[in-house]
């Protein structure tokens, strides 16, 4: 069973009001970084712009398809892409901190090496909006951008999530454990948000 202590700190919260969170901060980001009126340096600015940070936030919404009065009444296909639908959602959240920060991002070359993510022909980095989650994740661990629970729930949606490409079994967890994921993503989400620079608190996505 998945173990994060953001999974712990909102377990009064119901499910319902953890997606609607969820859902407003993105709203939120997506509002902000998809049009950030020159806040962010030019590089980061072109890459922000061409992102769609609005399916971030419809991703979001999505989430509600999953929830069951019984968290284990969903069937596997459900449950497969539950997981999908998260595993989208923790990408694009990754994305969006490295690309508000891809300045230094860019200039990070071990690291980049290191994860595969950066380009030997053109010797320079790949762009984070392009990058697998694998990349993103390795990236992420090898700085420590997440910390290491953040790093185990990416790792973890993962694995689950890669079960939409498979034929041969593989473990897809249960529904109880996808609802604790939801609650330690929205731990992540916070984490994230309050690591992006904005001119004024007014500007900051608030859940």
């Known amino acids: 069973m998945f173990v994060d202590s953001n999974a712990a700190r909102f377990s009064e919260l119901p499910i319902v009001e953890v997606i609607a969170r969820i859902e407003r901060l993105n709203n939120d980001l997506a509002s902000f970084w998809g ?9 980061a600015a072109e890459l ?24 284990n009444a969903l069937t596997p296909g ?5 997981w999908a639908n998260l595993g989208s959602l923790l990408e694009g959240t990754v994305k969006t901190l490295l690309s ?16 595969n993510a950066f380009d030997k022909n ?53 529904g109880v454990e996808f609802q604790l994921a939801l609650r330690a993503y929205l731990g992540l989400l916070r ?3 309050d690591r992006l620079p904005y001119p004024d608190d007014l500007y900051a996505p608030h859940e």
Do not use: M
């Open 35 to 43: 049009d950030n009126q020159g806040w962010a340096p030019i590089a």
């Open 191 to 193: 984490a994230v948000n």
């Open 78 to 82: 459900e449950l497969i892409l539950a």
């Open 122 to 174: 053109k010797q320079e980095a790949k762009p984070p909006d392009g990058l697998a989650l694998e990349h993103l994740r390795l990236y992420c661990k090898s700085r420590q951008l997440l910390g290491e629970e953040g790093d185990a729930l990416v790792e973890h949606v993962q694995n689950r999530r890669n079960a939409i490409h498979a034929f041969k079994d593989r473990p897809i967890g249960n």
């Open 100 to 115: 508000v920060y891809y300045e230094t991002y860019r200039a990070d070359l071990e690291h980049l090496k290191k994860a």
């Open 48 to 71: 922000l712009s061409k992102s769609r940070l609005d399916w971030q936030a419809s991703l979001s919404a999505s989430l509600r398809l999953w929830i069951r009065d019984d968290p």
